[in-house]
């Protein structure tokens, strides 16, 4: 992290009063409060925090155990790379493209570099709004903990969306990372050589509970993976028991769980900025439980915006939930969900909505949705309603052979872009939707070059 003398002896002075502070109780019962009340953005020690929440970090063990179980951890990483991140040229093994058989560690090496390829591929597509992750510094940890990540865990291999997982942990390090005072003081936590290291202690122990979110069922043909499972939980049982009038207009659009899968998978962070997304993971680890509040944050979401859809058809609330509005503050949301949590009185539709925006820039307007018309300009308006008619047909075929098996949790979320956005072209095409609706023409093919 690039700082001054001052500031750096400023951010020492500040990680030992909060470490003081916050994890001299036992029990983490003020951490706790802090992260749930949205309090912890204000202390230099997230970090440290995420991984006691994770359990990477024993709760109650001392601080000489944390600092040695943390060097343990980055031992251990070091001892992987070297494992993983061979050449065979560099071991003195003779190339022979005719003898790439099974057996052959040059085969295993084009194998690594092809997966490496697809990892950059998303990594170059990164919060490209963050000089940060434009570094290629931080481009080459990202691709070094995520493809490690894919080696040791072959069983769950890379998926898009880990790279969205893995960015705001090495963006939070990285912020927090000083010079060590000492090899024994709280500071060698937080040493600025050991980020890469650090990050991937975090995002392993993340991954242990969202690697099922990147899996699908192989052994049941007939069972959901745990997504699906999660999604129509939330769908079919959380959003009818929390508002029993927008669940049915929801339901009677017969809508995808598509949008939920990204907003599980990467926890909200495409919908937020990521400073909003580091405050919610921080409610979201310390509420434990597997990442349960995930599932109550999700229906939040719904209902902040719960106007705007009641009042778009199929394809306006489609745009809705691939284009979330961005909230001003998320704390009201935190707050919501953590009650629904708990099962106490659901907070009110119109308290949620009071710090959080009803219209945006990124959401469709209501009033435009029903009114705005395209006017032809090539085709009759018979020849424009049957492509509407006949691409409405195809897209819905899709959906019900894709979005609707276990087969969806296994998509790369360009396969959910394109069919989005094919919906918004009906949309346009049947003169329900104004074409300023749909994505931009450069964004869209950015969206759907992964490959």
């Known amino acids: 992290m690039d700082q001054s003398h001052d500031e750096e002896i400023e951010l020492v002075q500040q990680i030992e009063k909060q470490y003081q502070r916050l994890f001299r109780d036992t029990r983490g019962t003020l951490l706790k409060s802090e992260a749930l009340h949205c309090r912890l953005q204000f202390a230099p020690i997230r970090s440290l925090a995420w991984m006691v929440f994770l359990g990477a970090l024993e709760k109650n063990d001392s601080l000489e155990n944390w600092i040695q179980t943390t060097r343990n951890e980055h031992s251990n990483y070091e001892m992987l790379v070297q494992k993983h991140n061979i050449n065979p040229r560099n071991a003195g093994v003779e190339f022979n493209p005719l003898a790439l058989d099974d057996n052959s560690p040059w085969k295993l090496f084009f194998e690594d570099e092809e997966l490496r390829k697809v990892i950059m591929q998303d990594i170059d597509r990164c919060y490209p709004e963050y000089e940060f992750f434009q570094r290629d510094d931080v481009k080459e940890i990202m691709l070094m903990v995520l493809f490690i990540y894919a080696k040791e865990y072959p069983e769950t291999r890379y998926k898009q969306g880990m790279h969205e997982l893995l960015a705001p942990i090495l963006y939070l390090l990285d ?64 959003m009818r028991d929390s508002d029993p009038s927008l669940f049915t207009y929801l339901q009677g659009l017969d809508l995808t769980q598509v949008y939920l899968l990204r907003w599980i998978r990467i926890m909200f962070g495409r919908e937020l900025n990521l400073e909003k997304t580091l405050i919610l993971w921080d409610s979201i680890f310390a509420y434990g439980n597997n990442l349960v509040l995930v599932d109550y944050i999700a229906v939040t979401f719904h209902i902040v915006i719960r ?32 009650e629904r949590a708990k099962g106490k009185s659901p907070v009110t539709h119109q308290t949620i909505v009071q710090s959080t925006p009803q219209t945006s820039t990124k959401a469709v307007e209501r009033e435009s949705i029903r009114t705005k018309l395209i006017t032809p300009t090539r085709y009759s308006d018979d020849t424009r309603n049957d492509l509407a008619r006949r691409m409405d047909i195809i897209v819905d075929a899709l959906q019900d052979n894709l979005f609707k098996s276990e087969l969806a949790a296994n998509l790369n979320d360009e396969v959910f872009v ?34």
């Not at 072209?425 to 070059?449: A, C, F, H």
């Open 307 to 338: 106007d705007l859809l009641l009042d778009s058809d199929s394809n306006g609330v489609l745009y809705l939930l691939f284009n979330y509005p961005e909230a001003p503050s998320i704390e009201p949301i935190i707050r919501a969900s953590i």
């Open 175 to 238: 912020q927090e990372s000083v010079v060590p005072v000492s090899d024994d003081h709280v500071t060698a936590l937080f040493n600025e050589e050991n980020i890469e290291a650090s990050s991937w202690f975090i995002f392993r122990h993340l991954m242990s509970y969202t690697n099922s979110w990147f899996e699908h069922s192989n052994t049941n043909k007939s069972k959901f993976s745990d997504i699906m499972e999660r999604c129509d939980r939330i769908q079919n049982q959380l």
């Open 418 to 451: 394109a069919i989005a956005e094919l919906k918004q072209i009906v949309g346009v095409l049947s003169g329900n939707l104004p074409s300023d609706t749909l994505t931009p023409y450069g964004q869209l093919l950015d969206q759907l070059s992964s490959n």
